[in-house]
T-cell receptor
Framework: AQKVTQAQTEISVVEKEDVTLDCVYE???????LFWYKQPPSGELVFLIR??????QNEISGRYSWNFQKSTSSFNFTITASQVVDSAVYFC???????????FGTGTRLTVIP | DGGITQSPKYLFRKEGQNVTLSCEQN?????MYWYRQDPGQGLRLIYY???????QKGDIAEGYSVSREKKESFPLTVTSAQKNPTAFYLC???????????FGPGTRLTVT
C-alpha cells in the first residue's frame, strides 16, 4: 500500500518568515518519485518539483528548497522569506516508477499574513 | 502553446441530468486523468487512461463514465447516478518518462 501524509492541515506565518511543509511517503517500493504542487486560489495545480527516490540531493530554487530523506521517507518543502503570493494549498504526491497513477496527500493550506 | 484545456470553467446543471466535461491536451501525452476536489479537501482519482481505448477506475468511479477515443481527448460524463456531483473537477496528463502530471485549469460543476 502507498500513502502520502501531510500532517499539517493549515499553517499561518507572517510575511518574511520561513516556513516548512512536511510530507511523508510510505511505500514498500524502493524506486519511486515524489512531487510538490501548488494550488493557488484560481484552482489550477502548478508543478514545483519532482524528485526520484535514488536522488537524495537537496534542491534549492530561489526561495524554495526541498529536503529529501529516504531513510525517513520524508520530502519536506521550505519557503524562505515567505511572501503573500505564497498563500496557497500545497500538495505532496508520490508514485511508483512504472505506474502512472499518483497518490496525493491531503494538502497543507499556507496563509502568509502581510 | 502546449497544455491542457478544460471547458467550461463553470458549469451549472439541474439534478438528474447527465453532463460531460471536456478535457483536451496537445502535449502528446499517453496518460490522462480525472480528479475530483471537494472544498477544503485533497484530490481524489476518478478515472485514468494510460493509452487510447483503455481506461481504469480510480478511487471514486461510481456515477462517472469516460471515453478515450483519441489521444488528445478524455471527456468525463457525470451521470445522474452520482449522488453528490457538485465539485471542482481537474483533468491531467502525463508522459511515460517523468510521470509529472500537467493539470488543466479545472471545471467547477454545480448541480442544484
Amino acid at each position: 500500500a502507498q500513502k502520502v501524509t501531510q500532517a499539517q492541515t493549515e499553517i499561518s506565518v507572517v510575511e518574511k518568515e520561513d516556513v516548512t511543509l512536511d510530507c511523508v511517503y510510505e511505500t514498500r517500493d524502493t524506486t519511486y518519485y515524489l512531487f510538490w504542487y501548488k494550488q493557488p486560489p484560481s484552482g489550477e495545480l502548478v508543478f514545483l518539483i519532482r524528485r526520484n527516490s535514488f536522488d537524495e540531493q537537496n534542491e534549492i530554487s530561489g526561495r524554495y528548497s526541498w529536503n529529501f530523506q529516504k531513510s525517513t521517507s520524508s520530502f519536506n518543502f521550505t519557503i524562505t522569506a515567505s511572501q503573500v503570493v505564497d498563500s496557497a494549498v500545497y500538495f505532496c504526491l508520490g508514485g511508483v516508477t512504472g505506474a502512472n497513477n499518483l497518490f496525493f496527500g491531503t494538502g497543507t493550506r499556507l496563509t502568509v499574513i502581510p | 502553446d502546449g497544455g491542457i484545456t478544460q471547458s467550461p470553467k463553470y458549469l451549472f446543471r439541474k439534478e438528474g441530468q447527465n453532463v460531460t466535461l471536456s478535457c483536451e491536451q496537445n502535449l502528446n501525452h499517453d496518460a490522462m486523468y480525472w480528479y475530483r476536489q471537494d472544498p477544503g479537501q485533497g484530490l481524489r482519482l476518478i478515472y485514468y487512461s494510460q493509452i487510447v481505448n483503455d481506461f481504469q477506475k480510480g478511487d471514486i468511479a461510481e456515477g462517472y463514465s469516460v471515453s478515450r477515443e483519441k489521444k488528445e481527448s478524455f471527456p468525463l460524463t457525470v451521470t445522474s447516478a452520482q449522488k453528490n456531483p457538485t465539485a471542482f473537477y481537474l483533468c491531467a496528463s502525463s508522459d511515460r518518462i517523468t510521470y509529472e502530471q500537467y493539470f488543466g485549469p479545472g471545471t467547477r460543476l454545480t448541480v442544484t
